[in-house]
């Protein structure tokens, strides 16, 4: 990540740098290049920057601000002028000028970032959230899970997208119909319609979710299950890396999507109380977001996750883009179905009653032809 420091009279500020990219076909923007440095005798800061795109297209410049370290951008600067806002072009040695003493003028801190963010305004696909590139400290760093989240390590991760919700029966009971059977080109099961917890049903030749529970998460679904349905939809199982930046929500270090503590006002676990009124699933985005827009990222379901599963997987994962151990799924061609290995399981669920099982860090794992009544999954995309 191209990043620089420099002092100013009333604050120090780290700048970074988040690329946007808004397209499955589309070449995305990349920001580079990025410093800022004060003017002297003023409160002015001038961030310069280089911004590519191979399509050539007009970009959106904006700029966000952190004044804890990282942790949350909630400063939206508006004192701004140069090569920001909309019909940027991209190329070299652009520069923006930030007047921080008129926008924040009663400010005297040292944990200010800056990111520069670059939108060529394709849409987002229906029902995901853009997760951001960029790096993020992955494990437990509190020291108050299991061995197989240590050690914590740094994982660069490029763009992706990530469904916003958790898949619901009605989509999967979609998806079955038109995929025509229960089964993958192996004939690996997708979904245990036997099992007494399960939520859809098949009534003559047609697929349906059960009354009243067409908007929560599907169940008993298998591995295979979730791969069937992300290759139908052209879509794939997200990595436990990207799974776990997602579920962060740019919160660095933190236990849960939205903080260091959790309660039943924030999320589906064992028992009721608060905003949780179900002994078991609930509707999907029943609960708050995290900072990126996505739902149910602790408790609920456990969330499928494309990698093979290892205790001992972060003493030798590479930072950028970990597939995890054996050999990657794309999730084309039906390659799903020649995995015989356990695979990742991320979030917790409404089974639990502990919430050290909602924490991002956490880490669960089973076999892909095994079912559950508290597993499902979400989808991710690359750009």
């Not at 966000?64 to 600067?77: F, M, R, V």
């Not at 993020?136 to 050690?151: A, I, L, N, T, Y």
């Not at 949780?276 to 509707?283: G, L």
């Not at 032809?369 to 995309?381: D, K, Y």
Request: hydrophobic letters at 35%; charged letters at 20%.
């Amino acid at each position: 990540m191209n990043s620089k420091t420099f002092s100013l009279i009333i604050l120090s500020m780290l700048l970074t740098f988040t690329i946007v990219t808004l397209s499955v076909a589309n070449s995305y923007p990349v920001v580079k290049n990025v410093y800022a440095q004060q003017r002297h005798g003023t409160f002015l800061i001038e961030i310069t920057y280089d911004v590519e795109d191979a399509d050539g297209d007009l970009l959106q410049i904006t700029v966000e601000a952190s004044d804890d370290n990282g942790a949350t951008y909630t400063i939206i600067p508006e004192s701004l002028t140069g090569d920001v806002g909309e019909d940027i072009q991209p190329g070299t040695g652009k520069l923006i000028v930030w007047n921080v003493g008129k926008d924040l003028p009663d400010i005297n801190a040292d944990n200010f970032k800056v990111q520069v963010i670059a939108d060529d305004g394709v849409t987002t696909p229906e029902g995901m959230v853009l997760i951001p590139a960029g790096e993020f400290s992955m494990g437990d760093h509190h020291d108050v899970g299991w061995d197989d989240e240590k050690p914590v390590h740094t994982v660069d991760i490029d763009a992706f997208y990530m469904d916003k919700y958790e898949v619901t029966n009605a989509q999967y009971a979609i998806f079955l119909n038109e995929y025509g059977k229960n089964e993958d080109a192996a004939g690996h099961e997708l979904l245990d319609l036997d099992a007494p917890d399960c939520l859809i049903e098949k009534v003559e030749s047609f697929y349906q979710p059960k009354a009243g529970y067409e908007n929560h998460p599907v169940i008993e679904v298998s591995w295979y299950g979730a791969g069937a349905y992300a290759q139908f939809y052209g879509k794939r199982l997200p990595t436990e890396a990207q799974w776990e930046k997602a579920a962060r929500g740019g919160l660095a270090e933190k236990k849960y999507p939205n903080g260091d503590t959790i309660s039943h006002d924030d999320a589906n676990y064992f028992g009721t109380g608060g905003r949780d009124i179900w002994d078991r699933t609930s509707p999907v985005g029943s609960f708050p977001p995290n900072s990126y827009g996505l739902y149910d990222m602790a408790g609920n379901v456990w969330d499928w996750c494309a990698d093979e599963y290892s205790s001992t997987y972060y003493s030798i994962s590479p930072s950028e883009n970990p597939l995890g151990p054996g050999t990657p799924v794309s999730f084309v061609n039906d390659d799903f179905t020649n995995v015989i290995s356990w695979r990742v399981l991320r979030g917790g669920s409404w089974y639990f009653d502990s919430a050290r099982y909602l924490r991002c860090a956490g880490r669960g794992g089973n076999g892909p032809s095994g079912t559950n009544l508290h597993i499902g999954f979400r989808c991710a995309q690359a750009l």
